[in-house]
Protein backbone atom coordinates (compact mmCIF):
# COMPACT_ATOMS: atom_id res chain seq x y z
CA UNK A 1 0.00 0.00 0.00
CA UNK A 2 2.98 2.56 0.82
CA UNK A 3 4.46 1.54 -2.53
CA UNK A 4 1.15 2.32 -4.47
CA UNK A 5 0.82 5.76 -2.20
CA UNK A 6 4.32 6.73 -3.33
CA UNK A 7 3.60 5.86 -6.99
CA UNK A 8 0.42 7.45 -7.09
CA UNK A 9 2.30 10.70 -5.61
CA UNK A 10 5.08 10.49 -8.11
CA UNK A 11 2.22 10.10 -10.69
CA UNK A 12 0.90 13.17 -9.48
CA UNK A 13 4.03 15.45 -9.55
CA UNK A 14 4.51 14.02 -13.30
CA UNK A 15 1.49 15.22 -14.27
CA UNK A 16 1.16 18.69 -13.18
CA UNK A 17 4.73 19.53 -15.54
CA UNK A 18 2.16 18.10 -18.18
CA UNK A 19 0.74 20.25 -21.17
CA UNK A 20 1.98 22.51 -23.73
CA UNK A 21 4.71 20.52 -24.73
CA UNK A 22 7.37 22.90 -26.83
CA UNK A 23 10.54 21.97 -28.70
CA UNK A 24 12.76 24.79 -27.15
CA UNK A 25 13.24 25.86 -23.92
CA UNK A 26 12.79 29.28 -24.12
CA UNK A 27 8.93 28.65 -23.97
CA UNK A 28 9.09 27.36 -20.90
CA UNK A 29 11.19 29.44 -19.16
CA UNK A 30 8.34 32.15 -20.81
CA UNK A 31 6.08 30.72 -18.16
CA UNK A 32 5.10 31.53 -15.16
CA UNK A 33 4.06 29.78 -12.12
CA UNK A 34 0.77 31.00 -11.88
CA UNK A 35 -1.19 31.46 -14.90
CA UNK A 36 -2.50 34.73 -16.47
CA UNK A 37 -3.64 34.42 -20.18
CA UNK A 38 -1.14 36.25 -22.65
CA UNK A 39 2.11 36.33 -20.02
CA UNK A 40 4.08 33.52 -21.44
CA UNK A 41 3.26 34.94 -25.33
CA UNK A 42 4.51 38.22 -23.87
CA UNK A 43 7.35 36.96 -22.51
CA UNK A 44 8.91 34.53 -25.27
CA UNK A 45 8.42 37.56 -27.95
CA UNK A 46 11.08 39.67 -24.67
CA UNK A 47 12.96 37.09 -24.41
CA UNK A 48 13.77 36.88 -28.30
CA UNK A 49 14.22 40.74 -28.62
CA UNK A 50 16.37 40.52 -25.00
CA UNK A 51 14.74 43.42 -24.13
CA UNK A 52 15.77 44.67 -20.46
CA UNK A 53 13.39 43.44 -17.63
CA UNK A 54 12.46 46.90 -16.32
CA UNK A 55 11.13 47.87 -20.09
CA UNK A 56 8.83 45.11 -19.94
CA UNK A 57 5.31 45.00 -19.33
CA UNK A 58 4.06 41.24 -19.05
CA UNK A 59 1.30 41.74 -16.33
CA UNK A 60 2.29 38.44 -14.29
CA UNK A 61 1.49 38.03 -10.55
CA UNK A 62 3.88 40.25 -8.18
CA UNK A 63 5.31 36.20 -6.99
CA UNK A 64 6.53 36.10 -10.38
CA UNK A 65 8.29 39.57 -10.60
CA UNK A 66 11.95 37.64 -8.88
CA UNK A 67 10.97 34.46 -11.70
CA UNK A 68 11.27 36.58 -14.51
CA UNK A 69 13.92 38.60 -13.43
CA UNK A 70 16.60 36.11 -12.93
CA UNK A 71 15.28 34.76 -16.45
CA UNK A 72 15.91 37.61 -18.50
CA UNK A 73 19.12 38.60 -16.66
CA UNK A 74 20.59 35.34 -18.17
CA UNK A 75 18.99 35.27 -21.77
CA UNK A 76 19.94 38.85 -21.98
CA UNK A 77 23.67 38.55 -20.74
CA UNK A 78 25.04 35.05 -21.46
CA UNK A 79 24.93 34.97 -25.21
CA UNK A 80 25.35 31.10 -24.86
CA UNK A 81 22.38 30.41 -22.54
CA UNK A 82 20.41 32.73 -24.97
CA UNK A 83 21.38 30.38 -28.03
CA UNK A 84 20.79 26.98 -26.45
CA UNK A 85 17.12 28.65 -25.32
CA UNK A 86 16.35 29.59 -28.69
CA UNK A 87 16.94 26.50 -30.43
CA UNK A 88 14.67 24.54 -31.58
CA UNK A 89 15.28 20.59 -30.73
CA UNK A 90 18.62 20.82 -28.66
CA UNK A 91 20.47 17.89 -27.48
CA UNK A 92 20.66 17.14 -24.14
CA UNK A 93 24.08 17.71 -24.20
CA UNK A 94 23.40 21.22 -24.66
CA UNK A 95 20.45 21.20 -21.77
CA UNK A 96 23.09 20.04 -19.73
CA UNK A 97 25.75 22.83 -20.60
CA UNK A 98 22.69 25.14 -20.17
CA UNK A 99 21.92 24.23 -16.69
CA UNK A 100 25.66 24.69 -15.84
CA UNK A 101 25.40 28.20 -16.88
CA UNK A 102 23.74 29.93 -13.73
CA UNK A 103 22.10 27.11 -11.71
CA UNK A 104 18.88 28.44 -9.46
CA UNK A 105 15.73 27.39 -8.56
CA UNK A 106 14.42 29.93 -11.44
CA UNK A 107 15.95 28.57 -14.03
CA UNK A 108 16.15 24.82 -13.76
CA UNK A 109 12.85 24.32 -12.79
CA UNK A 110 11.55 25.37 -16.45
CA UNK A 111 14.51 23.22 -17.81
CA UNK A 112 13.02 19.89 -15.21
CA UNK A 113 9.76 21.50 -16.92
CA UNK A 114 11.12 20.43 -20.20
CA UNK A 115 12.39 17.30 -19.52
CA UNK A 116 9.38 15.92 -18.34
CA UNK A 117 7.57 16.30 -21.60
CA UNK A 118 10.88 14.79 -23.66
CA UNK A 119 11.05 11.59 -22.32
CA UNK A 120 13.54 10.52 -24.86
CA UNK A 121 15.96 13.61 -23.32
CA UNK A 122 15.27 13.35 -19.73
CA UNK A 123 15.95 9.06 -19.90
CA UNK A 124 19.37 10.19 -20.72
CA UNK A 125 19.72 13.85 -18.90
CA UNK A 126 22.86 14.40 -16.53
CA UNK A 127 22.75 17.66 -16.13
CA UNK A 128 21.97 20.19 -12.63
CA UNK A 129 18.17 19.63 -11.09
CA UNK A 130 16.36 22.19 -9.39
CA UNK A 131 16.93 22.09 -5.17
CA UNK A 132 13.69 24.25 -4.46
CA UNK A 133 13.10 24.10 -0.57
CA UNK A 134 11.30 20.54 -0.23
CA UNK A 135 14.50 18.79 -2.02
CA UNK A 136 17.39 21.59 0.07
CA UNK A 137 15.09 20.08 3.30
CA UNK A 138 15.57 15.96 2.17
CA UNK A 139 19.53 17.33 1.25
CA UNK A 140 20.23 18.54 4.84
CA UNK A 141 18.47 15.52 6.48
CA UNK A 142 21.27 13.21 4.82
CA UNK A 143 23.95 14.32 7.15
CA UNK A 144 26.43 14.27 4.53
CA UNK A 145 27.80 17.47 4.14
CA UNK A 146 27.42 20.63 5.95
CA UNK A 147 23.54 21.63 5.85
CA UNK A 148 22.87 24.28 3.36
CA UNK A 149 21.51 27.68 4.57
CA UNK A 150 20.02 30.15 2.55
CA UNK A 151 20.88 29.78 -1.60
CA UNK A 152 22.59 26.84 -2.40
CA UNK A 153 26.22 27.48 -4.34
CA UNK A 154 27.64 25.78 -7.43
CA UNK A 155 29.24 23.42 -5.36
CA UNK A 156 25.77 22.83 -3.51
CA UNK A 157 24.46 21.96 -7.23
CA UNK A 158 27.24 19.90 -7.96
CA UNK A 159 26.78 17.48 -5.08
CA UNK A 160 23.01 17.37 -5.62
CA UNK A 161 24.24 16.11 -9.47
CA UNK A 162 26.48 13.80 -8.56
CA UNK A 163 24.28 11.94 -5.73
CA UNK A 164 21.07 11.99 -7.96
CA UNK A 165 22.87 10.59 -11.07
CA UNK A 166 24.88 7.67 -8.73
CA UNK A 167 21.30 6.70 -6.91
CA UNK A 168 19.53 7.19 -11.31
CA UNK A 169 22.54 4.54 -11.76
CA UNK A 170 21.81 2.61 -8.95
CA UNK A 171 17.79 2.30 -9.46
CA UNK A 172 18.15 1.72 -13.31
CA UNK A 173 15.93 5.45 -13.28
CA UNK A 174 16.37 8.93 -14.56
CA UNK A 175 18.13 11.53 -12.61
CA UNK A 176 14.72 13.27 -13.25
CA UNK A 177 12.76 10.51 -11.59
CA UNK A 178 15.38 10.65 -8.14
CA UNK A 179 14.69 14.73 -8.12
CA UNK A 180 11.12 13.89 -7.89
CA UNK A 181 11.31 11.36 -5.40
CA UNK A 182 13.66 13.69 -3.20
CA UNK A 183 11.04 16.36 -3.92
CA UNK A 184 8.45 14.43 -2.50
CA UNK A 185 10.37 12.61 0.81
CA UNK A 186 11.58 16.40 1.16
CA UNK A 187 7.85 17.55 1.41
CA UNK A 188 7.40 14.83 4.27
CA UNK A 189 10.45 16.27 5.93
CA UNK A 190 8.64 19.97 5.69
CA UNK A 191 5.53 18.63 7.24
CA UNK A 192 7.09 16.52 10.12
CA UNK A 193 8.85 19.71 10.96
CA UNK A 194 5.82 21.93 11.14
CA UNK A 195 3.62 19.30 12.50
CA UNK A 196 6.52 18.88 15.61
CA UNK A 197 6.68 22.74 15.74
CA UNK A 198 3.28 22.86 16.10
CA UNK A 199 3.21 19.95 18.48
CA UNK A 200 5.57 21.93 20.68
CA UNK A 201 3.44 25.36 20.62
CA UNK A 202 0.31 23.37 21.87
CA UNK A 203 2.47 22.07 24.53
CA UNK A 204 4.29 25.58 25.53
CA UNK A 205 0.67 26.86 25.63
Known amino acids: MAYRTSFLKMTELVLSFGGNKANNLLSYLARPRCFIEGVAEKAV ?4 RRTPFTECHL ?3 PQDSKIYKKRFQ ?8 FQIAIKENPTVEELEEFSMIDPCWSILFPLKAMLHDHVELAQVYRGFLPFGRTVIAFFNSLDI ?6 TPTFKD ?5 ELSNKL ?7 SIIV ?13 LVF ?8 EDK
Open 168 to 174: ADLYACS
Open 195 to 202: QESKDIWV
Open 157 to 161: HVDLQ
Open 59 to 61: GFA
Open 45 to 48: EHFR
Open 74 to 81: LLNHKNRA
Open 179 to 191: NNEMYLEGMKIKN
Open 145 to 150: KDPIKG
